[in-house]
């Protein structure tokens, strides 16, 4: 039979834990795939050029110290080769988006606590960022801009993106 206080004692524990599970920090990065391969202007999935499958392994090597627990990319293979040095390093796979509001919403419901990497576009890695409510940090990022990494960071109610950049300059 519990006494009053081990019942005390077992709901501070599980306001403790509870606590802790809804606070817990939860980090994002965010990378533009490498630079394409150009050779075939009518192809619409180009793989990586060689200069890109380059950026893909400076891109692990800066990203090196972090355990990520899952990765998601586009459907292209210029997304899934930027992060395949990464993903074979934490022995995850890729899942594949579609829609960036339905990324984060998946994200926040699915991944609390967890370190994801995202590979996306020009024209979307700044749209995910402010699918996670919070303002694009940059203007704009150009078909030439492929060294930009973001790493979002959720903690509780504390949100915030920081801007990092990697490899050879682009453009």
Known sequence: MLTRKKLLLLLILICCLANGVLAQRMDIWIVRHGEKDKSDPEDSNP????????????????????KFNVAFSTPFKRTHQILEPLVKK???????????????????????????????????????IEAFGLKRPIERVTEEDYNYLFHIILNGDQRKVEIDKYGEKSG
């Open 90 to 128: 934490n022995k995850i796979d890729i899942k594949d988006y579609r829609n960036t509001a339905v990324l984060a919403d998946d994200i926040l419901k699915n991944y609390i606590g967890k370190t994801i990497i995202i590979a996306g576009h020009s024209n979307t890695i700044l749209e995910i």
């Open 47 to 66: 793989a990586l050029s060689a200069e890109g499958r380059t950026r893909a392994e400076d891109l692990a090597v800066h990203l090196k110290g972090i």
